[in-house]
């Protein structure tokens, strides 16, 4: 029924658990296990991550060129595209494969090399908070260093080499909060 799963999500309000292929598609399975179906996505290279905007749509994380969204919303019926943003360079996205994580009812985005974190809304990224770790922290200037440099694959090195030699402060990885720590 699948070859490759990314990612997973639980549709509560069909009681039914949903199975991302990085191939362009949703498999719905029911709890004891069974198979419902399989849908089609709109047209990316690669779906990494998804999870639920509202109880009527999907959102899902791909990491692509500048020129693409990296975020699209999906109907969870027609499976059509409603919306799409981020627009970033796909290897400094390439740090974290599942970028959203629900806090008290609230989607939220973020990356591996930034200090912002994003409320997910239907028709918009919001800015929530923002890390200010002081020149500890990770900067714009520090950013261009990587975009730079044309080739993916030198940029790629260049940015794994200086996150193990303790020149890039830091990368986070996974994100989750509760009422105390982010």
Avoid at 66 to 86: A, F
Avoid at 107 to 130: C, G, H, I, K, M
Avoid at 148 to 162: F, M, T, V
């Amino acid at each position: 029924e699948y070859q490759l799963i990314y990612d997973f999500a639980l549709d509560k309000k069909q009681n039914q658990i949903i199975l991302l292929s990085p191939y362009g598609f949703i498999q719905s399975y029911s709890l004891e296990g069974d198979f419902i179906e399989k849908k089609v996505l709109p047209v990316k290279p690669n779906y990494y991550s998804i999870d639920w905007v509202d109880a009527d749509h999907w959102v899902l994380w791909s990491c692509v060129n500048e020129e693409e969204e990296g975020i699209t919303l999906v109907d969870r019926d027609s499976m059509n595209r409603t919306n799409g943003y981020w627009h970033n360079d796909r290897i400094l996205d390439m740090g974290i494969m599942k970028p959203f994580y629900s806090y008290e009812g609230q989607l939220y985005f973020t990356t591996a090399y930034q200090n912002v974190v994003y409320e997910v809304e239907t028709d918009t990224l919001r800015p929530s908070y923002q890390w200010d770790f002081g020149r500890e922290g990770i900067h714009a200037d520090l950013l261009e260093k990587y975009l730079s440099i044309e080739n993916e694959g030198q940029r790629n090195d260049q940015l794994l080499n200086d996150l193990a030699d303790g020149n890039f402060p830091f990368a986070m990885t996974v994100h989750h909060q509760n009422k105390r720590f982010y």
